[in-house]
């Protein structure tokens, strides 16, 4: 790991020469109302997108499957010719049916046919990295991810992509994925207040594996606590920034895909970064409960 600039630290992919910051972009709140079509402004979408980039942004998460497609164009038109050092993470495995569910996507058509959809949206020769997305809604279910996995080992073996990681996966999932490729990241449902993957997190960390939570802010209801709110307070900070923070305090192989829509809220959460929480602040929300459910819709 280095140091760097207001972005903080750097994290090396194991086993690559890839660089991530640890504060990065999620863009799947780039897309319309329910994660379906366009956004109500698409230039603020582009925006956003400039600004993250403008800022030292170089770790975008993002998927063919919000919008559909929409997201992906939308990085394409306001980034494109990308910076080189700008890492694009997608994800395979899912497809939105004509009433906007989400419906896994897993064979090896399907596998191959979003590789494709993810290269021509983007308008790449390669996909850095590519996330397997199995298992359910929220959480992963126990079952062997050999047969899609072994589809997308053989898209990076014919180059079409750099680097493979799982999504809503169990350990015994990577472990039956390591004997077949390579995997950089793990990027599973966890913030301040959802931490059934802590066991998981320290030992990806021992392995020098990322872990990229998605939802770090709660998802499409954010996170609401008391204890996040009076933490805040104590810090002159949002309770966001803290919850950013106390991700980044948590292990150092965490690196974060925060969404949002908003320039304001993209500054607010890059500046996280730089937040130091003191003790007292890690023990305030050791035991943090919820005022509010942390989901709303479905994830993917
Ligand atoms: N692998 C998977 O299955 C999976 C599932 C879900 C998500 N993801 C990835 O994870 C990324 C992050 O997840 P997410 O965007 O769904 O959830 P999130 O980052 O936990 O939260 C996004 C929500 O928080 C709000 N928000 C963001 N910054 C804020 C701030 N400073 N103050 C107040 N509200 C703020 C956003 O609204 P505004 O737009 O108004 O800021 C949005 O409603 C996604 O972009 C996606 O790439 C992956």
Redesign the pocket.
């Known amino acids: 790991m280095s140091k760097a600039t207001e972005l903080g630290e750097k994290f090396r992919l194991p086993d690559t020469a890839t660089d991530l910051y640890r504060m990065g972009y999620?863009?799947?709140?780039l897309a319309g109302p329910g994660v379906w079509g366009p956004p109500r402004d698409v230039d603020a979408a582009i925006a956003v997108l400039r600004e993250a980039v403008a800022m030292g942004v170089n770790h975008i998460?993002?998927?063919d499957f919000y919008g559909p497609h929409v997201t992906n164009q939308i990085i394409k038109k306001a980034l494109h010719p990308y910076p080189a050092a700008l890492v694009i993470v997608t994800?395979l495995g899912a497809r939105r049916g004509p009433d906007k569910s989400w419906i896994p996507a897993l064979s090896h058509q399907e596998l191959i046919e979003g590789a494709h959809d993810n290269l021509r949206n983007l308008s790449l020769d390669q996909l850095d990295i590519v996330?397997l997305?199995v298992g359910g809604v929220l959480e992963p279910s126990e079952g062997s991810i050999e047969e899609p996995l072994t589809a997308l080992a053989e898209l990076k073996r014919r180059g079409l992509i750099r680097h493979i990681g799982l999504?809503?996966v169990t350990p015994r999932q990577l472990e039956e994925a390591q004997k077949i490729t390579e995997i950089v990241c793990i990027?599973n449902f966890y913030?301040v207040a959802r931490r059934a993957d802590d066991a998981f997190i320290d030992s990806l960390s021992k392995q020098g594996i990322a872990y990229v939570p998605?939802?770090?802010?709660?998802?499409?209801t954010?996170l609401q606590s008391s204890e996040l709110d009076r933490v805040a307070a104590s810090l002159q900070a949002?309770p966001?920034q803290v919850a950013l923070a106390w991700l980044l305090h948590r292990s150092p192989n965490i690196l974060l895909?925060?969404?949002?829509?908003?320039t304001k809220?993209l500054r607010?959460?890059l500046s996280a970064a730089a937040l130091e929480l003191p003790s007292h602040a890690i023990d305030a929300l050791a035991g943090i409960a919820l005022s509010a459910p942390p989901l709303a819709q479905p994830?993917?």
């Not at 999620?26 to 709140?29: D, E, P």
Request: charged share 10%; no cysteine; proline share 9%.
């Open positions: 999620g863009a799947m709140q998460d993002t998927s994800k996330n997305r999504s809503n990027q913030n998605f939802f770090p802010l709660g998802g499409f954010p949002t966001m895909i925060p969404g949002t829509s908003s809220h607010e959460n994830a993917h």
